[in-house]
């Protein structure tokens, strides 16, 4: 899936879910550590590398409070 898709698609979810447009989307991408956990901001090696997979996620500002999400699946 590429991340224009992933934006469409998350979107339309939110569209569908919510009745409303989604004030924005936004994607991260996924990380794993091969070694180094927790090391990186005590000085130590770490070795980080980027996974083909992320997460997408569309929002829109509520006025009463209130945070509602929805997942595909």
Do not use: C, K
């Not at 447009?21 to 770490?46: K, S």
């Amino acid at each position: 899936m590429t991340e224009a898709s992933a934006a469409r698609g998350a979107r339309e979810l939110f569209g569908a879910r919510f009745g409303e447009a989604a004030d924005g989307v936004w994607l991260a991408p996924g990380r794993a550590n091969l070694m180094g956990e927790h090391t990186d901001y005590n000085d130590g090696y770490v070795l980080p590398f980027a996974l083909g997979q992320g997460v997408t996620v569309a929002a829109a500002r509520r006025d009463d409070g209130r945070l509602a999400h929805s997942a595909p699946g």
